[in-house]
């Protein structure tokens, strides 16, 4: 199989995933109430009355805004401890040893071991470098290098039976 040859309803979604997410980029939050409405709509899809797109880290909402957009793979649906948070994205989908462009990839912020982390769309390594496309980089939507020392792994998602995406066009 190719990632090429298969699609939603074909059970890889990783090419989705991404042209998903690339339709988003360059959108950049904005402070106080002027917020950003694509961006305020991700968090909303995790945080249904927040406000304020530039008083939350918002990289788990985005990430769940393409999820369920492509394949309905949901945190909130797991069971985590803290959904809805980068580190519960470490229960969703397939963990993977080596990654696609389009699988979820998982860093941990602050120190290796806190609840806090950063999630988004693996795209590519270069060396310790692994490029990622997720929200809430430099607080925008765009591609960000990471530290593959920050690692804590890679997932792929898969979609719900009869789910039908609501992929951008």
Not at 99 to 128: A, E, M, T
Request: aromatic residues 10%; proline residues 7%; contains cysteine.
């Amino acid at each position: 199989m190719t990632a090429q040859a298969n699609t939603v309803k074909g059970g890889f979604i990783n090419p989705d995933l991404l042209y998903n997410a690339l339709s988003y980029i360059g959108n950049t939050e904005e402070v106080g109430p002027k917020s950003n409405e694509v961006i305020l709509n991700a968090i909303h899809t995790l945080f249904p009355g927040w406000r304020d797109d530039s008083t939350i880290a918002w990289c788990s909402c985005f990430t769940h805004l393409i999820a369920i957009n492509v394949c309905g793979e949901n945190p909130l649906q797991t069971g985590h401890k803290a959904p809805g948070t980068a580190r519960s994205w470490l229960t969703v989908g397939d963990p993977v040893e080596t990654p696609l462009p389009g699988d979820i990839v998982v860093y941990w912020r602050g120190s290796k071991n806190s609840w806090q982390g950063h999630v988004g769309f693996y795209c590519n390594r270069i060396g310790d470098k692994i490029f990622t496309l997720g929200g809430n980089q430099a607080n925008s939507i765009t591609v960000s290098a990471y530290s593959a020392n920050r690692l804590l792994g890679f997932r792929r998602l898969r979609p719900a039976p009869e789910f039908e995406p609501n992929i951008i066009p």
